[in-house]
Every structure is written in structure tokens, then in C-alpha cells.
Nanobody, 121 residues
Framework: QVQLVESGGGLVQAGGSLRLSCAAS????????MGWYRQASGEKRELVAT???????NYADSVKDRFTISRDNARNTVSLQMNSLKPEDTAIYYC???????????????WGQGTQVTVSS
């Protein structure tokens, strides 16, 4: 069984910063791409940023130059540094990871439970 646990959400004023972290634990053979997604109230879940095991990154246009994704392969963690936050960044942020649990196992997508980020104007 695999678990992803996020931390670091909260309330911040516009222009401020927050750092989200996500730790994967359980029966893990290998972690491939990790990423952050968000879902605002009444909206669809959307991609924020992803990072491959080789540390290639991809960002949504709305967060480029403000957010930075990073990972620690030894600790099975992924982080999202969020700077210059805007009220429109308010959402529940979810961690996602593509993981195989055995050498020959099928890769599956695992999600965290989400952490609330609220940016006040």
C-alpha cells in the first residue's frame, strides 16, 4: 500500500509565499513523475507542475516564474515553493505520483488527500 501525505498549506496574504511538501511511503519500488495539481471551488482539477525522476520540470503558464517544484529521490518527497501568491491561487493542492510497487508491477497513479491554500487580497 502506498500513501502520499501533503503538508504546508495555509492562509497567506497576496504577494506572500508558502512551501508545500509531499512524502510518499509504503511499498514503493520506484517513483516516476511526481506533481502538484489544484482544484478551486467549483472548478476542475488542474495541473500546476510536474517533475520527472530525472528532474525535468513542467509548469502551468499561470504559475511559471512564481512556483518551483523540486524532489528528493532519496526521501521520496516532492515540494512546491510558491512565491508571489495571488488570490486566484486559492485552491486545494494535491500531490500525485506515478509509482510501481514491485520490479514487474504495473505503474499506478497515487494521490494525496490535499492541502488547502488560501490567498487573501
Amino acid at each position: 500500500q502506498v500513501q502520499l501525505v501533503e503538508s504546508g498549506g495555509g492562509l497567506v496574504q497576496a504577494g506572500g509565499s508558502l512551501r508545500l511538501s509531499c512524502a510518499a511511503s509504503g511499498t514503493i519500488f520506484r517513483i516516476y513523475t511526481m506533481g502538484w495539481y489544484r482544484q478551486a471551488s467549483g472548478e476542475k482539477r488542474e495541473l500546476v507542475a510536474t517533475i520527472t525522476s530525472g528532474r525535468s520540470t513542467n509548469y502551468a503558464d499561470s504559475v511559471k516564474d512564481r512556483f518551483t517544484i523540486s524532489r528528493d529521490n532519496a526521501r521520496n518527497t516532492v515540494s512546491l515553493q510558491m512565491n508571489s501568491l495571488k488570490p486566484e491561487d486559492t485552491a486545494i493542492y494535491y500531490c500525485k505520483a506515478a509509482i510501481t510497487t514491485t520490479l514487474v508491477g504495473v505503474m499506478g497513479d497515487y494521490w494525496g488527500q490535499g492541502t488547502q491554500v488560501t490567498v487573501s487580497s
